[in-house]
């Protein structure tokens, strides 16, 4: 169906006048009028209003053109499980589950994994099945994959294991040997610390991913070690509980 049938189609349904409609969006009832002919499409940010008044996706509007799925989980998007921001517009990149209210709701990835294992799996589907199938596709998804360009699961591993090797290689004293690194969204983990001077300064890009792990200090106290790497840096603290009294350890470039 074109963008024009189905504008008049949602405001028949909705019991709108062009006018009315026009209003609603901030334009003229003639611009209601030339879209629903086809003479013209509504422009980005009318779409956008459109989208929230009909709470339908962008995508629909123009006729699904695309074929949308989560950038997270890799679930296909319908306008019944797109997610949307706090302002109650259309966020088409992820489905409801992953991103709620303008949060991420999986920050690790061997979590979100599980998860979805435990909704997959099947007498036709095993679980090992399942697992193998999310390891591959989840890196090739923007969410995952925003610093690391790799073109396969099996790449990914090998990425992951020489990152082990040079942070045990580091020899940080009180801190246990990593044995595995889970993919962590940069604002889950971007601690605040102070400078000498007094100033502070965040290491990490909030909307970035990378791969870290959280470890308990040998020596006890409470205190953890926080490991946080990509492919350009190792960035290795301790913390208290909730990340409080955060003080860097090493940030090496690699």
Not at 77 to 104: H, M, P, R, T
Not at 160 to 180: C, D, F, R, S, Y
């Amino acid at each position: 169906m074109e963008t024009k049938n189905i504008i008049l189609e949602l405001r028949n349904k909705a019991g709108l006048s062009q006018e009315m409609l026009a209003k609603k969006v901030h334009v003229t009832r003639q611009a209601v009028s030339r879209w629903e002919n086809g003479e013209t499409v509504p422009n980005t940010d009318t779409l956008k209003l459109l989208s929230k008044e009909f709470n339908v996706s962008i995508n629909t509007l123009l006729g699904t053109p695309r074929q949308l799925i989560c950038q997270c989980c890799g679930m296909p998007l319908e306008d019944v499980n797109i997610s949307k921001e706090s302002d109650g517009f259309f966020n088409e990149e992820y489905c409801k589950w992953c991103y709620a209210d303008g949060e991420y709701m999986y920050h690790n990835m061997d979590d979100l994994i599980e998860v979805c294992v435990g909704h997959m799996a099947n007498e036709q589907f095993s679980k090992e099945q399942a697992r193998a199938y999310m390891k591959e596709i989840l890196p090739k998804l923007n969410y995952w994959k925003q610093y690391l360009y790799l073109d396969d699961a099996e790449k990914f591993d090998e990425f992951k294991q020489t990152l082990i090797n040079e942070i045990n290689a580091l020899g940080i004293e009180g801190m246990p040997k990593v044995e595995k690194l889970n993919a962590l969204v940069g604002g889950y983990i971007n601690l605040e610390y102070r400078l000498p001077n007094g100033k502070t300064i965040k290491f990490l890009d909030d909307e970035a991913t990378y791969l870290g792990n959280q470890l308990e200090c040998e020596f006890g106290g409470g205190r953890c070690f926080g490991i946080a790497a990509n492919m350009d840096f190792i960035l290795v603290c301790t913390y208290e509980e909730n990340g409080e009294y955060p003080e860097l350890v090493v940030y090496k470039k690699r």
